[in-house]
């Protein structure tokens, strides 16, 4: 018997090109997986960052406009402003959502546009080989804190789902990981109520993944999903910390 | 025929962008042209449109990045430090092959600089801004009545070949009141937009919009095809007025508000015997190169006067190639040269001449 390959109708039949044991891959498919169910292939947008993953168009069987770096969120509340009945999502790392596109990713929450944010959180820059991201943890060697993050010296980490929960336009916000299969089924959980949160035309949501980049990290697959458990999980915690209420 | 009013330059802005059919906008304040805001804040709202205060005009310009990609007709507007930071944007723009209006009102620069008008973006806007080998079309108006006009024309240029059409105003004339003539209706052509990455639902398989290819096959054919397209635009769209130009003895080239002045300087160099012609480019990308050429063998001298230390005078250098003396007059800070500045400094590049 042949083997079908299932996967979902809104990820296109291809290879990723993302190293084994990274999370965008993951989240990628889960993110296919919801599309389907919510039967929104038609009618959903998504806007591709600068990082890794800047040509996820590769894969997402969908209209996908790539942005500049960190400016997402600007370009998915021009799209949204003229098709306010489409659902329109970013996919943004933390270079681009917490360092460059800061003022972007605030100000789409602060309006309460009716968008969807995945921010991938892997604790680095990926794509330009492993520097220090905001989101670095202390002590985090990376190609630009070779010795580790000092906090006296780099500063400390942005807790940004936190900071989004705080605007009174950001309807829903949980932070999430894959790094088993449990955690998988939590976040494909959270990621479809974002995007069921968008439909009703709440407001803003966003889902935080804590997410691994086993290739800057220099770990293997299989260890950096435990660095994430014993390293990101402890210092940004997971669970909703918006909308928990909310039901959609 | 339609009404005739007397409006002010950035109301007129905001009401061709209207009558040519653009209801979404974003923007962010700075002075000379937050009344383009004003107007557009209460009219798009009304009819159906967009009117978004950005936090930035980075973030403004990016919307305007997201709007066209969903197919609509969308405009933007700031003055020069706020287009300084939208060349990312724009530069995004021409790599995705975007229609887009950009307005700029020019004031005085570098840095914060100063409101008043100025003509100091002039390489800016024609020569790049952002990067990569990239061109925008620039349209220079000159009267209340060619920003209407050329405001309206914009946008279809932009849709027309997919670019971002700058119009380029300044600060004197955003803010100058003149009367204008408003077409009935307007002549709208409507593009399709099959590449519009509007919801695949639309059309059954799905679009991707982008600017980024890194093979290097494909992406020098990428731009071997914006090339060609510019070459297109050079073809078809260059614009400019010509004011006194037979039997001229000197051959003034201007835009915008200086070459308002200009025609008031030949009417005087006449009173005294001096032939003053005008060249008045309108498009200031593509420039007119061939026909400003066409006057080197008949003048004595081409004299650049312009709101700026000098910048359009390397494009007038270019098409007169070393034919003829080219002088350059300008004033900056805000001030505008005078009648009397201009006729005296014509006078003497002539005595230099004759000798
Ligand atoms: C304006 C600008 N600055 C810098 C870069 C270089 N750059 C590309 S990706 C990236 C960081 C991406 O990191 P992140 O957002 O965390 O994504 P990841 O690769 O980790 O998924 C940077 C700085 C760029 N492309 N554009
Ligand atoms: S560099 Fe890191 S984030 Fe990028 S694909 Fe590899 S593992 Fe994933
Ligand atoms: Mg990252």
Known sequence: ?248 | MGEKVLMKGNDVIAEACIRAGCLHYFGYPITPQTEISHYLSKRLPELGGTFLQAESEIAAINMVYGASSAGARVMTSSSSPGISLKQEGISYIAGAELPAVVINVVRCGPGLGGILPGQCDYFQATKGGGHGDYRNIVLAPNSVQELYELTVKSFDLADKYRMLCMVMADGSMGQMMEAVQFKDEEDIQVYDKPWATNGMGCRGHSNFITSVNVNPDELEKVNLRLQAKYREVEKNEIRYEEINCENADIMVVSYGTTSRIMKNVIKEAKKIGINVGLFRPITLWPYPYEALAKHTDKVKAFLSVELSAGQMIEDVRLAVNGKSNCYFYGRMGGHIPSQKELLDEIIRILEKEDK
Not at chain 1, 112 to 136: C, D, H, R, V, W
Not at chain 1, 239 to 248: A, F, P, R, S, Y
Request: with cysteine; glycine share 8%.
């Open chain 1, 1 to 248: 018997m042949a083997k079908e390959r299932l996967h979902p109708k809104s990820i296109k039949d291809k290879v990723w090109h993302y190293c084994p044991g990274c999370s965008h891959g993951i989240v990628h498919r889960i993110i296919g997986e919801v599309i389907d169910e919510l039967d929104i292939q038609g009618s959903v947008i998504g806007i591709a960052p600068v990082g890794c993953s800047y040509n996820n168009y590769e894969y997402f069987d969908f209209d996908v406009i790539q942005a500049a770096h960190g400016r997402a969120p600007a370009v998915a509340t021009g799209v949204k402003r003229v098709l306010p009945n489409h659902i329109v999502f970013t996919y943004q790392g933390d270079g681009d959502l917490a360092a460059i596109g800061t003022a972007e990713i605030i100000h789409v929450a602060a309006r309460g546009e009716k968008l969807t944010t995945i921010f991938i959180n892997n604790a680095i820059y990926g794509m330009t080989s492993g520097q220090m991201a905001p989101t670095t943890l202390p002590q985090q060697i990376t190609t630009t804190t070779p010795t580790g993050r000092d906090t006296a010296y780099h500063g400390y980490p942005i807790r940004i789902s936190e900071m989004l929960a705080l605007q009174e336009g950001t309807v829903f916000v949980e932070r999430v990981s894959t790094h088993d299969v449990k955690h998988i089924r939590q976040a494909k959980k959270a990621i479809k109520k974002a995007f069921k949160i968008q439909q009703a035309g709440l407001g803003f949501s966003l889902v935080e993944v804590l997410s691994t980049c086993p290739t800057n990290w220099q770990l293997s697959p299989v260890d950096s999903q435990q660095w994430i458990v014993d390293n990101m999980i402890p210092y940004y915690g997971l669970g909703n910390l918006k909308g928990k209420d909310i039901k959609v």
